[in-house]
């Protein structure tokens, strides 16, 4: 079985430059973290230019280091680089997020049977009980940034729980490119209500040990979405 974790354990804020000051990584490595994690959160939206002068004098690195960064970020399809106008973050037109979305409802679902399979049912007990009892009565008073925190906690776990690094990296670099749409569409009339309903039954099913239903459940969970992403588009892209 997976190792037991806490449900709402989080990495400190500011660990990417954390990591970068440290050393424990190459230079080029360390900023393609962090700007994979200023990208996933919004700080820097579709469109946002990136400058290797600035970068550079921001974390006293060459260009070099930069442009190599660079490099992994285009090849993740975070972001977009053209001769003479430099690098932007990628935007993403609706048809490439849908196809993003067909693929994350099968990894998802796997992940949630296979930290289901791999657990004890009662790893989350705890998770259901703060979904159903304090993250719901958040979302009902609009505190929206509660419900996201703890759907990251929970999807966190899951990959932990999981244990397949393949599966890891195609699911975080989804995240990386959906996150801003994510946060999006939670604000949209009925979501958050109805995506706090279906993480409980996710959670209620990996209480019970029922892994077939709890993939069932994530898929829907992102079926539902993706249809209130097409419902709101021209709100969202």
């Not at 600035?54 to 974390?59: G, I, P």
């Not at 657990?119 to 509660?146: C, H, I, M, N």
């Not at 925190?149 to 890891?168: G, H, M, W, Y």
């Amino acid at each position: 079985m997976a190792t037991s974790t806490s449900p709402r354990k989080r990495a400190p804020a500011g660990s990417g430059a954390a990591a970068a000051r440290k050393g424990s990584r190459s230079a080029a490595q360390d900023l393609s973290l962090i700007l994979r994690e200023r990208i996933a959160k919004g700080d820097l939206p579709p469109g946002s230019k990136l400058n290797e002068y600035d970068l550079s004098a921001e974390f006293g690195i060459p260009r070099t280091r930069v442009r190599d960064a660079f490099v992994e970020l285009e090849q993740r399809g975070l972001i977009e680089r053209t001769p003479n106008r430099g690098a932007m973050v990628a935007r993403l037109g609706p048809e490439q997020v849908f196809r993003i979305y067909d693929i994350r409802e099968v990894l998802e679902g796997l992940c949630v049977r296979l930290a289901t399979q791999n657990t004890a049912p009662t790893e989350w007990r705890e998770l259901y009980e703060y979904f159903s009892g304090p993250v719901s009565e958040a979302v009902k008073q609009g505190d929206f940034e509660l419900y996201m925190d703890e759907v990251s906690a929970f999807r966190a776990k899951c990959i932990q729980a999981a244990d397949n690094p393949e599966l890891t990296r195609a699911l975080d670099s989804i995240n990386e490119k959906t996150q801003v749409i994510i946060r999006r569409i939670v604000i949209l009339p009925g979501r958050a209500e109805a995506g706090v309903r279906q993480q409980c039954e996710i959670l209620k099913a990996m209480c019970e040990g029922d892994a077939d239903r709890a993939e069932a459940m994530r898929r829907h969970n992102i079926r539902d979405a993706k249809a209130c992403l097409k419902q709101y588009l021209k709100y969202i892209l």
